[in-house]
């Protein structure tokens, strides 16, 4: 107080000015910094709405696609069935073999009927092309190699689609072809003959196309992008240890419950998690795959 007192006039004015100068400045870069985060947190929130549209619109032309194979190839039989009493073998594969060989991305493609329905006559076929044990006509082929016939009748690709009557779009799998491992999608749908539904039709689709695609998104240089099936599986992720599990095993009860209420809405959603040290702007993205009534989801995070 002494000091203060000693000081003269000008320099007891130029203290309180300055002190009013640097608090201005204090409030005035906390302002402009909050502003800054502010615009960034938007930046990325648009950002990753842009990318999750654009990406997700892409997946989805290739499972539209592989849909649309597989619905062509099951109205293909239906139109045999409903315009000749004696259908020929040799020229169903044909049409099985030709469907897998015109399209590069399809990996292998099929019909299964059940017992009798395609020519009421499976005792005969046994231990021809296309048929099983039994000679029921289930016709697969694998691109580039013989015709076989499909097996696991019991599972998904041939049961959801003959009971309900839709086409269905089967979570990928992974399959073991004599010693390569390929992850496949399988676009399925009914096929309807004189009597009603008697069998199912379809094609699988490489995953790897949509993998890669999937793989190129990176917002701000070290974000990602990762996929999610109607079911909850995450099917694409840029890490390996993530794909095949439910988003629940993945990223949590509340991410994941964000997930499927975004699917089941049809809407965009978007949130915020930390990973490492650092905060990450999650948007997800859900889109319409063919006429399965199903979505699936785009994911993308953003630093």
Known sequence: MKLYKNLSLRNKIMIPVGLLVMLVMGITLTVLVSQFQSVT??????????????????VKTELDETLSAGRSLAQAFEGILNHTDTPSREMANSIVKGFADSNTLLNSSWVAFEPDAFDGNDAAAIGT?????????SPWYLTGKEMSY????ELDWY??????????????????????KVTLVSACAPIRGKSGIVGVGG??????SISDMVDDIKPFETGYGFLISSSGMIVADPNPDFVGKSTHDAI??????????SMESGRIASTYFEKGDEEYQLVIAPFAVGNTGQNWSLGVASP
Request: proline residues 4%; charged residues 25%; glycine residues 14%.
């Open 41 to 58: 947190k938007e930046d990325a929130l648009l950002m990753g709405e842009e990318m999750a549209g654009r990406y997700g619109q892409a």
């Open 129 to 137: 092309p296309g048929a099983d044990s039994t000679g029921r006509y």
């Open 150 to 153: 499909a097996t696991g009748i």
């Open 159 to 180: 049961q959801k689609p003959f009971r309900s009557g839709k086409e269905t779009l089967v979570d990928p799998t992974e399959y073991d072809f004599n010693g390569s």
């Open 203 to 208: 094609v699988d689709l490489n995953m790897q």
């Open 252 to 261: 949590g009860s509340e991410m994941s419950q964000l997930v499927m209420n």
